[in-house]
DNA sequence: TAGATTTGTGAACGGCGTCAACATAGCGGG
DNA sequence: CCCGCTATGTTGACGCCGTTCACAAATCTA
């Protein structure tokens, strides 16, 4: 029954690369609806191919999802960077400064992708995936960086510019994620989802400031 | 319990409590399994009734899991509770020292709680309501306050103590709360899941300090 | 060129949420 | 005391989902 209702159907019967069609499709259903809305049948659908197809490619609509949840991770580490960028295209005041803007810049980008893209980001850092895999190569960005690495180094800077204390070092990503993902998650699908949009840049600022002067 | 029969067919044909019944069954899913485990065929199950029979206390699957989420948040309020109880019971010290004691124990009920019942906090917090509705009664525990307002109750008593300077107080609650919902949401299901037991009373507590110190 | 391997198809199963139509229990008013 | 009304539960069905099994076509390789 495939072929002439639905997508246009394929001239080869081999699909060309479906395993990246699949990944494509499934990004967009968790960018409107979040990891839920990542349905196997209809990233198939999408395609252009029968449900089926996408077991040769995912063992699992669980890992039709991770890959989903991998890719959003780097788009969220490009949102940081280009934080970071910006942030580093400020006059450059003394090292102190510049470690403190770095580490603003890291949470004002996840924060922003956060509420720009609350699918995707949902869809990042609900699903389950050890800490020991935050570093790799499928969760980074452009800059060839994950969230979890930027962040570290991030800390490692402040840490080199006298900002924070060696002893206060270790485990102080645990610490920032903890606030700046908070915040996000009660803010796109928590309780703080109606938070005025002239409040939301303001406590924002405060916990960013909070996490600086507490860590 | 009268008359629990799990599988039992029913003498009567009226149920008695389908309703509560159908919280209890949705509470326990919760628990071992959280907000998606709430099956609305396997509550009516539990409950020895036909599926649609929820259709008369619940519009929806949405409604059902509302209600657990409402139950979910009242025993976060009773874990917090105790919690400040505990904290209470020490040889008071000034009352600054008290209030920063309360403000910690708030957050140590809502750590623990995470810890100890994962599907239920999950079941708490991730179903979108929004912020007017934390004052719900149904949210209440059995002091009578909801987790928010011993948030926010706590967080008066610091001001009022005069360790929290009246220009940072308002809004006051949403820093804490992120923080501390933050890193119960990345232990439980997020990436800092696997983290060592031996670490996680650590990063815990200066992740209180944390934000007693910056707030 | 023939056989092996990869990739996509079709049909089917059980589970889910939900709707529509029906049936009974138990109440209040005549 | 009966009668009908309403609240409550049942039966059956629909369309969706993930997943499995057996099969077929395309491509690779020897």
């Known amino acids: 029954m495939s072929g002439t209702g639905e997508a246009a159907p394929r001239a080869t019967y081999r699909h060309g690369d479906l395993r990246a069609a699949l990944l494509a499709a499934g990004i967009e259903l968790a960018r409107d609806g979040g990891p839920s809305a990542v349905v196997l049948r209809e990233a198939t659908r999408r395609a252009g191919v029968s449900p089926n197809a996408a077991y040769r490619h995912f063992t699992d ?31 450059g005041d003394d ?38 895999t935050s570093d790799s190569p499928s969760k980074a960005g452009s800059g060839g960086r994950t969230p979890y690495q930027l962040l570290t180094d991030a800390l490692d800077a402040l840490a080199s510019a006298g900002e924070l204390p060696p002893d206060r070092r270790p485990h102080a990503e645990f610490l920032a ?38 860590l």
């Open 61 to 91: 609509r669980q890992a039709l999802l991770g890959a989903v949840s991998d890719a959003a991770q780097a788009l969220v580490a490009d949102a940081m960077e280009e934080e970071i960028r910006r942030a580093s295209r400020a006059p």
């Open 95 to 132: 090292a102190a400064a510049r470690a403190h803007a770095r580490l603003r810049a890291v949470g004002t980008g996840y924060l922003r992708f956060a509420r720009a893209e609350p699918g995707l980001f949902h869809a990042a850092f609900s699903v389950p995936t050890a800490l020991g």
């Open 177 to 214: 994620w903890s606030s700046v993902h908070g915040l996000a998650t009660l803010m796109i699908d928590g309780p703080l989802r109606g938070l005025p949009a002239e409040l939301v840049a303001g406590v924002e600022q405060r916990l960013l400031d909070m996490v600086a002067k507490g």
